[in-house]
């Protein structure tokens, strides 16, 4: 089984950009798409980046996603940031035998 | 559009047992892989289960795997979590997902959740 790091905070200002990392422990980044969701507080998880970097309609352009096999993680990047960017933010990846692994989640303050 | 709603969340004993369903609306439920995901209390996502489209495919997490079943019925758009021999760490909000395709790589919709308490 692999695991998926993420920082557990990240803050930053309105207006700003923020990236959140996602660190995958074993086998390639590249070989499985990763998933992005956002969890605004007493919500249930939304999809805000699909298949490495695909956005769902409805979803702003402010909010980015790209995979970088030389350092074996993805990021999640949301320019422009709003207050109601403030959530908590969840990669997931899969491989063969593990269709759902989830990272531990970054809180996102907008300061 | 996509509804998931999610049943069957209570209050449990350690040891007892426990069915969550599921019932699908808004697209052809029977094309899509459904999975099942909890959150403990304050805690993070962490993925349970996966049935595949036609039922012929189940995948669990090692943690509750040999006492959770998931189960699907086609015919009447709905998926199941039978949990069985319930600990105190099971207890959490129980959300049921939509895959983006038929096996199951990507949770694209997701339900509100339904809460399992296991306690004595």
């Known amino acids: 089984n692999f695991l998926l790091t993420q920082p557990h905070s990240v803050s930053e200002s309105p207006g700003k950009t923020v990236t959140i990392s996602c660190a995958r422990s074993?086998?390639?980044?590249?070989?499985?798409?990763v998933q992005w969701y956002q969890q605004c507080p007493g919500s249930s998880p939304t999809t805000v980046i699909y298949?490495?970097?695909?956005?769902p309609s409805g979803v702003p352009d402010r909010f980015s996603g790209s995979v970088d096999s030389s350092s074996n993680s993805a990021s999640l990047t949301i320019s422009g940031l709003r207050p109601e960017d403030e959530a908590d933010y969840y990669c997931?990846?899969?491989?063969?035998?593990?269709?759902?692994?989830f990272g531990g989640g970054t809180k996102l303050t907008v300061l | 559009q996509v509804q998931l709603v999610e049943s069957g969340g209570g209050v449990v004993q350690p040891g007892r047992s426990l069915r969550l369903s599921c019932t699908a609306s808004?697209?052809?439920?029977?094309?899509?892989?459904m999975h099942w995901v909890r959150q403990a209390p304050g805690k993070g996502l962490e993925w349970v289960a996966v049935?595949?489209?036609?039922?012929?495919?189940?995948y669990y997490a090692d943690s509750v795997k040999g006492r959770f079943t998931i189960s699907r019925d086609n015919s009447k758009n709905t998926v199941s979590l039978q949990m069985n021999s319930l600990r105190a760490e099971d207890s959490a909000v129980y959300y049921c997902?939509?895959?983006?395709?038929?096996?199951?790589?990507?949770?694209?919709?997701w339900g509100q959740g339904t809460l399992v308490t296991v306690s004595s």
């Open positions: 997902a939509r895959d983006r395709s038929f096996w199951g790589y990507d949770l694209e919709f």
């Open positions: 808004g697209f052809t439920f029977s094309n899509y892989a």
């Open positions: 049935i595949w489209y036609d039922g012929s495919n189940k």
């Open positions: 074993s086998g390639s980044i590249a070989s499985n798409y």
């Open positions: 298949e490495d970097n695909q956005r």
């Open positions: 997931q990846s899969y491989d063969g035998s593990n269709p759902g692994v």
